[in-house]
């Protein structure tokens, strides 16, 4: 059974239709499970947002993503799993020499962990985790 967690950097691509955008639409159509945690929704309205979407359209995108998948919320396990999962990005990240990972970051590896899945992502602080199906 393939799990799949989906980062906002997959979700972009997806709603982009750029060519990384057609392998996150293959890979998910070959999913048997597929989950986007809460705060990626917050993500990309935030990114959309900034960029002068127009509200509704961020509303139609959200709406999508919430009728492609599961979304997964945050509690307390979920919580303590991400500050481990952030102290594995952070030091993977000063390793490599990229910035500091967000919470965000964080949040979704944690998710995949937990539900044994798959993070599908174009983010370069996942790109050498064995939970990381890069796009």
Known sequence: ?????????????LFLGS????KVKEILENA????????VLAEIARKYIREGVDERMVNKRLEQMMGASNITCLDAKLALQ???CF????ENAKKTKLNTPSLFDAIVLATGKR???????????FK????????
């Open 1 to 13: 059974m393939v799990k799949i967690v989906v980062d906002s950097y997959a979700w972009i691509e």
């Open 19 to 22: 060519a990384k955008g057609c």
């Open 32 to 39: 048997d499970e597929i989950c986007t945690p809460d705060i």
């Open 82 to 84: 991400s500050a481990k």
């Open 87 to 90: 102290l594995e990005l952070a």
């Open 115 to 125: 539900l044994e899945a798959f993070v599908l992502t174009g983010d370069e602080h």
């Open 128 to 135: 050498f985790l064995p939970e990381t199906i890069w796009i």
